[in-house]
């Protein structure tokens, strides 16, 4: 997971990736820390480009990192990436300390191997009125 302080450095052009595989039919994650218990009401992935963005994940909370529940609504299968900024609503905010990207099935590179990359991630805070 080398390089995963480059997903919160304002810099969607320095990309995170997950080592490489051979099948898309890997697990690979990701996780958000947010200093202490915050109210988060969705979040945002950059993707680099529209290679290697998860195929299936669910985005998860947790208050320790060892237990962690799916957030309601927020699984994905054969998701669809077009490059852009992709916003995840949750439709109800969830109090966690850690939100976390569980992928299930990877995204392919322009050379045919398999990957988790992310050029940011970003929590939407409700009731504090600013992004983590």
Known sequence: MAGARKLTDNNPSTNWSSVQHGSEAETEWIVLGLGDQKMVGGISLTPRANL??????????????????????QTYSNYINNGSVQTFNFGSSVKARYIRVLVTKLGKDDMGNYYFQLGEIKATLTGAGANW
């Open 52 to 73: 290697s963005f998860p195929k299936d994940f669910s985005i998860q909370s947790s208050e320790d990192t060892v237990n962690w529940k799916d957030i309601p609504n």
